[in-house]
């Protein structure tokens, strides 16, 4: 199952780049990097990944609630709307704890929200359960 699927991962911190990649490549995944927000948005319009792996805090605090934004509900990348997203972040704290009283809580709100260290059988476990959502995987 896993073997087609890309996952993009966005995150400044280079270590944890490779320990995921390591991880999600030991299970078949092919993995794509990306060093900041920018670069992200990039890659997802260039490798059109099926999950995306996104960090918060990178060149600024809320770097990974702008990307989540942008692919979620900026027309440029309409046709990237439906990859699921997994932010993994060292914010204990989910968007919607965090910000409880957000009139645009849902343009930042991720698919699936994780904290940072990683609890490996439940990055693993979310890794898969996004892979049941993302659009390339339903289609096969």
Same mark, same amino acid.
């Given at each position: 199952?896993?073997? $087609? *699927?890309?996952? #993009?991962?966005i995150d400044d911190d280079q270590d944890y780049r490779a320990s995921a990649r390591s991880l999600l490549e030991s299970q078949g &995944?092919?993995?794509?990097?990306?060093? $900041?927000? +920018? %670069?992200? *948005? +990039?890659?997802?319009? %260039?490798?059109?990944?099926?999950?995306?792996? #996104? /960090?918060?805090?990178?060149?600024? /605090?809320? %770097?990974? &609630?702008?990307?989540?934004?942008?692919?979620?509900?900026? /027309?440029?990348?309409?046709? &990237?709307?439906?990859? !699921?997203?997994?932010?993994? $972040? $060292? @914010?204990?704290?989910?968007?919607?704890?965090?910000? !409880?009283?957000?009139?645009?809580? /849902?343009? @930042?709100? =991720?698919?699936?929200? #994780?904290?940072? =260290? *990683?609890?490996?059988?439940?990055? #693993?476990?979310?890794?898969? +359960?996004?892979?049941?959502?993302? =659009?390339?995987?339903?289609?096969?």
């Open positions: 199952m896993s073997d $087609s *699927l890309k996952i #993009l991962i &995944y092919v993995v794509l990097e990306a060093d $900041s927000g +920018r %670069e992200g *948005l +990039r890659k997802v319009v %260039e490798q059109r990944p099926d999950i995306i792996v #996104l /960090d918060i805090m990178m060149e600024c /605090d809320t %770097e990974g &609630y702008g990307v989540n934004q942008a692919i979620k509900y900026q /027309d440029a990348y309409a046709d &990237y709307r439906n990859i !699921p997203i997994v932010m993994v $972040s $060292s @914010i204990d704290l989910t968007p919607d704890e965090r910000f !409880p009283m957000a009139g645009e809580l /849902d343009m @930042i709100r =991720p698919d699936f929200y #994780l904290t940072k =260290p *990683l609890d490996i059988p439940k990055f #693993l476990e979310v890794v898969q +359960r996004a892979a049941a959502h993302c =659009p390339s995987h339903r289609e096969a």
